[in-house]
């Protein structure tokens, strides 16, 4: 009850805000900008964020300034990406899983082994012509996309069962995210999904509310996962990344040049990121296996690959996201991924 009368004495206080930011545009609107998102203030991706507010506020001389709400104190995923929908919030961090609801094109994302690797999640998502066509497909609906940040591949991780292949799945109830795509992939494994927010996974993984949880290998450290989880397998079954949006209309109102420093500067973000990140995920391992005891299995993909097929031929023939399909997949779309 206490946690919904901050969130709703917040997000009053952000309107009023929004609201008085909303008379400045004159000279470009670039001040007191507000950007929320879900993670501890000692995840990478906070880090890479405030590296982005370092960057804003460095290349305006102090003309733009932005302030960092973490841990969800705005609301979950769901919650932050509607408050920026109405410019509430400025701009936000929130996994493309979440997006999916919003817009059809983030699916393509939680389609399990669409890519072959990171190196070719990577190659696609430095090309502006597969990007653009992401980033620009919300700006109907009140954002843009910005830039991503790599939140490595997703792989499944349980209480107390050690799972070899899709056999092993039966009965496994698996937290996903809020996203229909994860929800049909955990089905088409032969589990049972469990829709929800990221903020109630420990609790739920420690009652015994789900069996089991998919994610990146930070959230076993970071958010503790792996005080409550014993075993992790190396399923990397999708490759799914942060994404930092940002309302529109706000983006209109700024000056072009600096407009040009949002863009300048998230790109410097993605950058930093990049190290960041790869330092973190080396670090969870090791902890989540030394200080935590979490056990680490290689799993035989095969099974796991080939009872997803069925999805990617159903996005393929979807007449939104086959071209998506098409642009990610290019020449190959037809062929085993
Ligand atoms: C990742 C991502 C979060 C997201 C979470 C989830 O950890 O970085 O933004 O909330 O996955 O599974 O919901």
């Not at 946690?3 to 007191?32: E, R």
């Not at 620009?136 to 209480?159: C, H, K, M, P, Q």
């Amino acid at each position: 009850m206490r946690k919904y009368f901050v969130l709703f004495v917040s997000v009053s206080i952000l309107l009023l805000l929004g609201a008085c930011s909303n008379a400045s545009s004159a000279s470009g609107d670039g001040h007191n900008m507000i950007l929320a998102h879900n993670h501890p203030t000692d995840h990478p991706v906070h880090k890479s964020l405030e590296k982005f507010k370092e960057e804003v506020e460095e290349r305006s001389d102090g003309e733009m300034t932005m302030t960092l709400y973490a841990n969800g104190q705005l609301g979950d995923e769901r919650e932050v990406i509607e408050l920026t929908q109405t410019g509430a919030v400025d701009v936000t961090k929130v996994s493309a899983g979440a997006l999916e609801s919003f817009r059809p094109e983030y699916s393509i994302f939680g389609l399990p082994y669409l890519f072959e690797d990171t190196d070719e999640f990577k190659e696609k998502m430095s090309d502006p012509e597969i990007t653009d066509v992401i980033y620009n497909s919300s700006e109907d609906i009140g954002f843009v996309g910005l830039t991503y940040f790599d939140a490595g591949s997703r792989s499944l991780y349980t209480r107390d069962r050690v799972v070899e292949d899709t056999e092993d799945m039966s009965g496994l109830k698996v937290r996903v995210q809020p996203s229909a795509t994860s929800v049909a992939m955990i089905e088409a494994l032969g589990g049972t999904p469990t829709p929800m927010a990221y903020g109630e996974v420990y609790t739920s993984l420690q009652s015994g509310i789900i069996d089991a949880a998919e994610n990146n290998l930070t959230s076993l450290v970071s958010s503790k996962h792996g005080e409550v989880a014993d075993h992790w397998m190396y399923t990397e079954h999708a490759i799914v990344p942060d994404m930092l949006i940002m309302n529109k209309q706000r983006l209109d109102r700024m000056t072009e040049e600096q407009r040009q420093i949002i863009h300048d500067s998230a790109e410097a973000a993605n950058a930093f990121h990049e190290v960041v990140w790869n330092e973190a995920t080396e670090a969870a391992a090791e902890e989540a296996q030394n200080e935590m005891g979490v056990e680490f299995h290689e799993v035989d993909k095969s099974s796991f690959i080939e009872s997803v097929q069925p999805l990617h031929d159903e996005m393929k023939a979807d007449e939104t996201m086959g071209p998506i399909y098409d642009l990610f997949k290019g020449g190959d779309s037809d062929e085993e991924s």
